[in-house]
């Protein structure tokens, strides 16, 4: 059972950048799509990105041009870099595959004030 840890959240001015990391148990992380979630207080979680094994990435629409998934295998580490943070970017930010998604972790934390 593969479990995730999720890191990096923080309250931080809208303009600034946030980095998170997501740290998977195994090496299960290497061999598939993995994705960074959000969910916002009274709303459903959604996909904001996505990274294939072979490095292919997809963006939603409202974060393109701002955020950056990444990966490094060897670590068993997804990160999600996070520039140009809106007030509409807070939220629990989750790490899980993609599109079957395991057990969910704790989360992190991201509030992005005005």
């Known amino acids: 059972q593969v479990q995730v840890v999720e890191s990096g959240g923080d309250l931080v001015q809208a303009g600034g950048s946030l980095r998170l990391s997501c740290a998977a148990s195994?090496?299960?992380?290497?061999?598939?799509?993995w994705g960074w979630y959000r969910q916002a207080p009274g709303k459903q979680r959604e996909l904001v990105a996505r990274?294939?094994?072979?490095?292919?990435?997809n963006y939603a629409d409202s974060v393109k041009g701002r955020f950056t998934i990444s990966r490094a295998n060897a670590k068993n580490t997804v990160y999600l870099q996070m520039n140009n943070l809106k007030p509409e970017d807070t939220a629990v930010y989750y790490c899980?595959?993609?599109?079957?998604?395991?057990?969910w972790g704790r989360g992190t934390q991201v509030t992005v004030s005005s």
């Open positions: 899980n595959a993609y599109p079957d998604p395991g057990d």
């Open positions: 195994g090496s299960i992380l290497s061999l598939t799509t």
């Open positions: 990274i294939t094994r072979d490095y292919i990435t």
